[in-house]
């Protein structure tokens, strides 16, 4: 087949062979190995910014994770550096066809002092699914996660103090080859970098206007809209800023003719219905079928949901619900309260959805930004999050800062 | 609004008001200009390699075009300098967000030592089209074609002699903000590279296996399947290589549970039927509906076909057909031939489409690897390309290499 596509950008399937015929031929490829770690202190450390001048994602700390890859060795011995920027050639692949994907976590300092991250090992299980997704490599979860607790350890100085503050950090995984075939990356770099954040809402929760949006659509069946690859984001700039333009913050993404809800901005979504008849409230989001971004905090929100909430009172459903449902369930005074969920605000209150020219009121608790679900859901991950509560092995404790 | 969204990954709104507001208050942003264009000469410039040593996009010219852009001052003085890496923030939106795009087309030496390019103005629309989906800047196309004029001329002895060799070059716009709010790219870098390849089949053609597709979906109505984002091409490699795995080089795309054939790997895809009855033959390619590539290759096929081929004998269709109908006329005897189009290959033809467990078999001229469309259309654009024929403005003439 070799010679058919020669000189071409045919040439993946090659490409293909040659990745598997190393991989059963020649030595094992080595594995992500978090002993091999090498740490090169950065000289010239930062003082911390004072909490609140804390801006998601725009200040970061002393130091850099590296990893390189490549598909004759496999992983590199992982490395601590001075954070300082990434050097590619103007054809890495990264740049030109989007191999490229990330995750979002925080590290959280507990009033004993020790330094936890919420439920690592779903990120990273998340991650792997990722890369495999895109043909970049993929790695022992474990062993990253202590890459990640060393380089958290070292700039411990640099994570904030206080409730509701966190270290956000930011997995990446993006091929480096250089040339313009497109193929599977054979060469890639896994980084992670670390940020100092404050809470989502700096005075309390304030509810977001969305708009229903049909005419652009994020995820379909066979794409990768479950997938926390770059490709899913800059295409939903335009329509968030065209809900902008009439006065909504983000986009309520429906899809197909049914006008299902699927996500909010770059959060899952969920609702609470209340039957009339019965009662009974049900907690809704929408199901994992494949253009639903797997979310952690969506997860977690399902799990505590089902073993918390009184069963005689409360359905916790993944199920296919449409915008045309919510309008009638407002209608009839049957919504409750509805919310985005995500790493970087755990919860996001809504208050009112465009549809088509027509408002949709959501209804908060009276005189507050927020539903009374919306809140507890809060609690419940806050809690868990900084040490308050522990609740299986979700709240993973990095290092003892007190040591 | 803003005190809303403060301090969140929400916040794009607020930047959108903030450009909004920059470009109606301040200083008119400034154009992208040719005339400022600033030339560093590389100091070790290289000897051509053999024409036969070239391998598509791995190897580079002496130079590389670089212009940045930022959304308080716009477009900054173009600049040619010495081809080396691009070097960027880790938390750069490029490689999370995949705030990228490019552009594919080439340059061609004719038997008078012009040097000529084939319907710039259509790479430049179209990349501009691409950079308006994902909030990038847009620019002047002719001030980008006067630059890329430039680079090629000072690499000119770079561009490969001998007809079917060519000088390939990359326009490609990437967000270079860093900062990892998912918002609107305060800083771009748009840059050219050049690389001297081959004809895509070095040893005339060799007809290609596909594989028809619907498990997996290259683009969807309401996304981004039309413009050349690197967000389209990742997610493609995993389904090429399960394709591969089965004996296919490449996928032909469907869409929807009627099963239209959209496109081939990264290519347009043309078929041709010929009605039993009548005996008239059809040229059919899907319609540009906001899920297929507006090809330049496929644009210049159509009108060229239009134009030259006897409408007694001939109609050429925009519209859709399945692969169920590709099924169905090759088993009563009216498929002729089908081909994939695109700048790396100009057509590509196909001699085995395999579908759900079946193999349809499509003809090809005895003996050959091409049938007999696909081998004219082929000649109709060489031509043109190596300026052997004029055709309207479509071969673009950048320098005269006699001079």
Same mark, same amino acid.
């Given at each position: ?5 020669? =000189? ?42 004072? =909490? ?68 690592? =090992? ?53 091929? *480096? ?16 970098? *670390? ?55 983000? =986009? ?6 049914? &006008? ?15 039957? &009339?008849? *019965?009662? &009974? ?15 952690? *905090? ?106």
């Amino acid at each position: 087949m070799s010679s058919i596509i020669k =000189n071409s950008i045919l040439k993946m399937s090659a490409a293909s062979l040659h990745t598997a015929a190393a991989a059963t031929s020649a030595a094992p490829l080595a594995t992500l190995d978090a002993s091999k770690l090498q740490i090169t202190k950065n000289p010239n450390p930062k003082t911390p910014l004072p =909490n609140d001048q804390l801006v998601f994602g725009q200040t970061f700390t002393d130091h850099i994770l590296k990893i390189q890859w490549n598909k004759t060795k496999g992983w590199d011995a992982p490395k601590i550096k001075p954070y300082g920027p990434i050097s590619l050639d103007p054809s890495a692949c990264v740049f030109h066809y989007a191999f490229e994907l990330f995750e979002g976590l925080k590290a959280y300092r507990d009033s004993n002092d020790q330094l936890r991250i919420f439920r690592p =090992n779903k990120n990273m299980e998340r991650m792997n699914k990722s890369a495999d997704r895109i043909v970049l490599p993929t790695f022992d979860s474990e062993e990253l996660i202590k890459c990640i607790a060393e380089l958290i350890k070292i700039d411990k100085h640099l994570v904030p103090k206080e409730k509701g503050y966190s270290l956000y950090l930011r997995p990446t995984l993006i091929g *480096t080859t250089a040339g313009l075939g497109v193929g599977i990356p054979t060469d890639a770099l896994l980084y992670v970098i *670390t940020s100092p954040v404050g809470p989502y809402y700096s005075t309390g929760f304030k509810a977001v206007k969305l708009e229903a949006t049909d005419y652009a659509v994020r995820a379909w069946p066979g794409g990768v809209g479950d997938k926390k690859l770059g490709a899913n984001y800059a295409p939903c700039i335009k329509p968030q800023l065209e809900a902008a333009s009439r006065g909504y913050q983000q =986009n309520l993404w429906l899809f197909g003719e049914e &006008k299902y809800i699927t996500e909010v901005g770059t959060m899952n979504v969920f609702f609470v219905f209340e039957d &009339k008849a *019965t009662g &009974k409230k049900e907690l809704v989001t929408a199901p994992l079928d494949g253009t639903i971004l797997e979310g952690v *905090t969506r997860d977690s929100i399902l799990e505590l949901a089902r073993a918390r909430l009184n069963p005689e009172e409360w359905t916790v459903s993944e199920r296919y619900y449409s915008i045309y449902e919510v309008e009638e369930r407002a209608a009839k005074g049957e919504l409750v309260e509805a919310f985005g969920s995500g790493t970087a605000a755990v919860v996001s209150p809504i208050k009112e959805i465009g549809f088509h020219g027509k408002d949709i009121n959501v209804p908060l608790l009276p005189g507050q930004q927020f539903g009374a679900l919306t809140a507890q859901v809060a609690d419940w991950i806050a809690k868990i999050q900084y040490g308050e509560e522990e609740y299986k092995d979700w709240s993973y404790v990095v290092a003892d800062l007190k040591e």
